[in-house]
């Protein structure tokens, strides 16, 4: 995630970052110039007159542009929507880790059992982490060899980290080392694990239904490249810097929506996981082990 001082707004419009749309779309933009170049020339020979027939058509656009203006909020809306969403889970992640070592260190002394605590609970988050991506990385984890091998055999690595908590708690409960209102209040926060990577699976695998992006894609294109037409008995060859223009205004909030319905990734404007895993670490060891 890229971390930018909001103040410093002219300095953000002289800069060019990775994730600025202009290095993403310039290909399409250089195609796009070589099109309505050919369209201006074409019709500055082939329209009689004036064209005040065809500058009428400005009109018709004017109309469309609002309309479309309208489904790429929607758009935008709906992307962010679920990147906020996804924050508000590892946010929550954060404080049930935090809330789970605060209680398991005041509940009991045994070392072992906050040994296992302090590796599992940010174990949790990394493994996560990873499950949104291309697969857990086993690596990563703080496990012994005998929990290594057996997360291996498990599909839904972060469901075996839950349990293996979830087992250690009931023991605690079985021996009496903890009473049944300790052990459900730590269950709330267990459960609420659960709950966290059911969400963000929802996020990830239910994307922007197919036939609303390729719709949207469509209108877009035929929107753009035929807005020389209505606009060259007007402005001339200025027509195609006012296409161009247009075309980066309209697809570049279609590519950041994109780009933010699914935050868990390693684009540039994705949440910062790896970062939040990292202080969950720090902060479960520092809990559990002072």
Not at 19 to 29: F, G, H
Not at 125 to 142: C, N, P, S, T, Y
Not at 197 to 218: M, V
Request: hydrophobic share 45%; charged share 25%; with cysteine.
């Amino acid at each position: 995630m890229v971390k930018y001082n909001p103040k410093n707004w002219f300095l953000h419009i002289l800069s060019f970052h990775k994730s600025d749309t202009l290095r993403i779309l310039w290909p399409e933009v250089l195609v796009l110039a070589n099109i309505t170049t050919g369209i201006c020339y074409l019709e500055s020979y082939l329209i009689e007159g004036d064209g005040m027939y065809l500058k009428d058509l400005t009109r018709v656009y004017a109309l469309i542009g609002f309309a479309l203006s309208l489904l790429l909020v929607f758009r935008t809306n709906t992307g962010y929507d679920r990147w906020w969403e996804g924050r508000k889970k590892w946010g929550e992640l954060v404080n049930n880790s935090r809330n789970i070592a605060i209680k398991i260190s005041t509940t009991t002394g045994n070392e072992h059992i906050k040994d296992l605590f302090s590796r599992m609970i940010p174990n949790f988050g990394f493994a996560l982490k990873e499950h949104l991506r291309e697969g857990v990385k086993v690596d990563e984890l703080d496990l012994t060899e005998i929990e290594q091998k057996e997360i291996e055999a498990w599909d839904h690595k972060p469901s075996f980290i839950t349990k293996r908590m979830y087992k250690t708690l009931n023991d605690l409960k079985s021996s009496g080392e903890i009473t049944e209102i300790e052990f459900l209040s730590i269950d709330a926060n267990l459960q609420n694990f659960s709950d966290i990577a059911g969400a963000c699976e929802r996020i990830k695998h239910t994307p922007i239904p197919y036939s609303y992006t390729l719709f949207l894609k469509k209108v877009i294109f035929i929107y753009v490249l035929t807005m020389p037409i209505a606009f060259v008995p007007m402005f001339s060859y200025w027509a195609i810097l006012i296409t161009l223009f247009v075309f980066y205004a309209l697809v570049s909030m279609e590519v950041l929506a994109e780009e933010i319905e699914d935050p868990f990734g390693l684009d540039a404007n994705d949440l910062p996981t790896d970062e939040i895993c990292v202080k969950v670490r720090g902060n479960v060891k520092e809990i559990l082990n002072s």
